[in-house]
């Protein structure tokens, strides 16, 4: 948080935008693997882990991500960098290494969940 202004928020204020937040992030990763699914024809693709469905899902977040920074920092209802927040194309570096880091635990932790759940239906 501390990459971000909200001095002029309340604890209230912050803690709605980040559950908002959180929520969308969530969506994001849902579609980002329903795309990769499409993409390898493989709704079980965590099984493999494979490289292509790994790369699709990944790609599809972060572009999203771009985009929704770029429109987020730009209207009423989006957010500001604080100065400390290091960028790149006019993006926070944070929010990218983080939709990096927190969908690949989450797909570590959902691949051990598929592989010991069997065979698929």
Same mark, same amino acid.
């Given at each position: 948080?501390?990459?971000?202004?909200?001095?002029?928020?309340?604890?209230?204020?912050?803690? +709605? %935008?980040?559950?908002?937040? %959180? $929520?969308?992030? =969530?969506?994001?990763?849902?579609? =980002?693997?329903?795309?990769?699914?499409? =993409?390898?024809?493989?709704?079980?693709?965590?099984? !493999?882990?494979?490289?292509? =469905? /790994?790369? $699709?899902?990944?790609?599809? !977040?972060?572009?999203?991500?771009?985009?929704?920074? &770029? /429109?987020?920092?730009? %209207?009423? @209802?989006?957010?500001?960098?604080?100065?400390?927040?290091?960028?790149? !194309?006019? *993006? !926070?570096?944070?929010? /990218? $290494?983080? @939709?990096?880091? *927190?969908?690949?635990?989450?797909? +570590?932790?959902?691949?051990?969940?598929?592989? &010991? %759940?069997?065979?698929?239906?």
């Amino acid at each position: 948080m501390p990459f971000y202004a909200m001095d002029q928020l309340s604890a209230w204020q912050v803690t +709605k %935008s980040c559950g908002i937040a %959180s $929520v969308g992030d =969530a969506g994001i990763m849902v579609f =980002a693997y329903w795309i990769a699914t499409i =993409a390898t024809d493989d709704r079980m693709w965590l099984r !493999g882990a494979r490289a292509r =469905a /790994l790369t $699709v899902y990944l790609g599809t !977040g972060l572009s999203i991500t771009i985009v929704v920074e &770029h /429109l987020a920092l730009r %209207s009423d @209802w989006g957010w500001q960098y604080d100065d400390t927040m290091p960028l790149i !194309g006019g *993006v !926070g570096l944070v929010p /990218l $290494v983080m @939709w990096i880091i *927190v969908p690949l635990v989450t797909m +570590k932790l959902a691949e051990r969940s598929v592989v &010991h %759940s069997g065979p698929a239906p």
